[in-house]
């Protein structure tokens, strides 16, 4: 079976179009301490900025898109993994919002327990 160069082109689109996706920015803050990064399992994701003191460490900024949509489970991950970059102990959710017809913004706070 032979594939001409434009058709592998439209499958290669095809097949990337469909896929989730959740690209990260992040931003750390001046005038705080470099950790070392931790591993993104150690990183928890709390539902609010948690009442234990820490410092905050910079901003995780995720653009999910929409259709189709990626899972909770990885939307999560990908907030660890970018807060683990950091040296994060957790990182929590200060917006989550829908552009429709764009995609999602979400900004998460990377934040590090004080012992």
Not at 3 to 24: G, T
Not at 45 to 50: G, H, N, Q, R, S
Not at 79 to 94: F, P, S
Request: glycine share 6%.
């Amino acid at each position: 079976m032979r594939f001409s160069a434009r058709a592998a082109s439209i499958l290669l689109w095809a097949s990337l179009a469909s896929c989730a996706y959740v690209e990260a920015t992040t931003t750390q803050y001046v005038g705080v301490p470099r950790f070392s990064p931790i591993e993104p399992s150690a990183v928890q994701v709390l539902p609010a900025e948690p009442a234990q003191r820490h410092d905050r460490l910079g901003e995780v900024l995720l653009d999910i898109s929409l259709d189709p949509a990626p899972t909770l489970a990885e939307i999560e991950q990908r907030l660890r993994e970018e807060a683990g970059k950091m040296g994060a102990n957790a990182v929590y959710v200060i917006r989550d919002a829908i552009r429709p017809g764009e995609a999602r913004k979400l900004i998460g706070i990377a934040i590090r327990y004080r012992s």
